[in-house]
C-alpha cells in the first residue's frame, strides 16, 4: 500500500492530511542527519497510528538517502526503542 504521508522537503517536514486535517513531523538537517524534532497529531486524530505512520515515512526516507537519524523529540525516540530494525538508521551520540 503507497504511503499517504507527504515529504515537504521544503517546509523540512512529513504530512499527512486525514479528515482535513493535517499530522506533522518536523526535522532539521544538521551536519549531515535528520533530526526529527517535533511531531504534532490533532486531538480528534489520535490514537490511529497517525505518528507512527509519519515517523516510519521520514524513515525510510532517511535510509533511502543513506542519512542516519538522530531522535529530538520524545515520540522519536520512543518509536525507535520500540522498533530496534530502526536502530542502524540512529547516529551515534556524539558524532
Do not use: W
Not at 53 to 61: I, R
Not at 77 to 89: K, S
Amino acid at each position: 500500500m503507497p504511503s499517504r504521508v507527504q515529504h515537504e522537503p521544503q517546509a523540512s517536514r512529513f504530512r499527512l492530511e486525514v479528515q482535513g486535517q493535517s499530522a506533522i513531523l518536523d526535522y532539521r538537517m544538521v551536519e549531515g542527519r535528520m533530526h526529527l524534532v517535533h511531531t504534532v497529531v490533532p486531538e480528534a486524530l489520535r490514537n490511529q497510528g497517525l505518528a507512527a505512520e509519519l515517523t516510519e515515512a521520514a524513515l525510510a526516507h532517511a535510509r533511502a538517502q543513506g542519512l542516519k537519524v538522530v531522535p529530538a523529540c520524545s515520540y522519536a525516540a520512543a518509536f525507535l526503542q520500540r522498533h530496534p530494525e530502526y536502530a542502524t538508521l540512529v547516529a551515534a551520540s556524539g558524532h
